[in-house]
């Protein structure tokens, strides 16, 4: 029932208002407090000297790598989740967007607690699942994705990419 602007409007609110209630409650630190002793920086060692080892560690590269294509794939879904709908199933923008935020906010969120406690508790018993469970989740979402947008249905693919979506 409002235009864009307001919508806008109503979500920035929020923020002037905790903007403004942390500007009044909170007092920032001394600049300098929490340095090294001595001149300001002069502990930090260089950017480069931070970056080089984790680069040598062919363990760190594989992980960047692979979160950063599934990043892509997962973001190239979400992008055209509601276009899919409304071209396939005959839906409306209404409806094809929320499907494809809700298919995109309930999976994810689930997943992300889930996929880190799981990490968490393989990891005690072997550092490996670290990395080892996004890969497997990933691997496992790789078909279900393709098979989910193989349904006849608008339900039956909003739930197996809803399931898709706690893999990844």
Do not use: C
């Not at 909003?158 to 893999?167: C, N, P």
Request: proline share 7%; charged share 10%; hydrophobic share 50%.
């Amino acid at each position: 029932h409002a235009n864009w602007r307001m919508a806008f409007v109503a979500a920035g609110i929020p923020g002037v208002v905790l903007g403004l209630l942390l500007a009044l409650t909170v007092r920032e630190p001394i600049r300098g407090h929490y340095d090294a002793p001595g001149v300001a920086g002069e502990g930090a060692p260089p950017l480069t000297a931070v970056i080089r080892p984790m680069f040598d560690r062919p363990a760190f590269l594989h992980v960047m790598i692979g979160s950063t294509l599934a990043s892509m794939g997962g973001f190239g879904i979400n992008y055209v989740l509601a276009p899919y709908f409304f071209r396939r199933f005959d839906l409306d923008f209404a409806q094809g967007g929320l499907l494809s935020g809700l298919i995109s906010a309930i999976p994810g969120s689930i997943s992300m607690l889930g996929g880190g406690l799981l990490a968490d508790w393989l990891g005690k018993k072997d550092a490996r699942f670290y990395a080892w469970t996004p890969g497997l989740g990933a691997l496992l979402a790789t078909p279900l994705y393709a098979l989910s947008f193989l349904q006849g249905s608008w339900p039956a693919a909003t739930a197996l990419l809803m399931i898709t979506g706690l893999a990844q």
